[in-house]
């Protein structure tokens, strides 16, 4: 099983692990689900703790899949949503979703390109920016967020810059 796992020592943490931490800490949380052959099963096993985590703090649902993000707006409409593009063509899996926000790798990101994003999306965040220099690229373009393994770091970098 899955809590037998360790990851440096310690144990995955679960879905559900996040309840007691959200209503201690109140963080919005960005939730990946990752694809499967079943989507589903994993839409049916996240329902309910999504549900329960969206009454104590601001929940995001983002997967390179667009059939999860698909199959979680009816049941949960008031969910925000993201598709996670690494490549332009799966852009065209947006004509299936309602008006989700777009998690594009940092390198899709480019003035020419982005007012075809603001058209069909309803946020623009890049991933996965740990450089300084990327990160005041992507900034001058006015995207909604930058998504990244060094938030502290990176935040102390780009102060340094000021």
């Not at 099963?41 to 899949?65: G, K, Q």
């Not at 450089?131 to 900034?139: K, T, V």
Request: charged share 20%.
């Amino acid at each position: 099983a899955i809590n037998a796992l360790r990851v440096g020592g310690q144990p995955i943490p679960l879905l559900a692990d996040l309840i007691p931490f959200t209503i201690t800490h109140r963080v919005p949380l960005n939730i990946e689900l990752k694809p499967l052959a079943k989507p589903q099963v994993l839409v049916a096993a996240c329902e309910p703790i999504l549900r329960e985590l969206m009454t104590l703090t601001a929940v995001m649902v983002s997967s390179f899949d667009p059939r999860v993000l698909a199959m979680l707006h009816p049941r949960l409409p008031d969910l925000h949503l993201a598709l996670i593009v690494d490549n332009p063509k799966a852009l065209a899996a947006l004509t299936l979703l309602p008006r989700v926000a777009l998690h594009l790798r940092y390198d899709l990101i480019d003035e020419a390109s982005l007012p075809s994003y603001r058209d069909v999306s309803s946020a623009i965040r890049a991933w996965t920016v740990d450089d300084a220099h990327e990160a005041r690229r992507l900034m001058a373009l006015d995207i909604t967020d930058l998504i990244t393994n060094r938030p502290g770091p990176l935040r102390a970098e780009l102060a340094l810059e000021s």
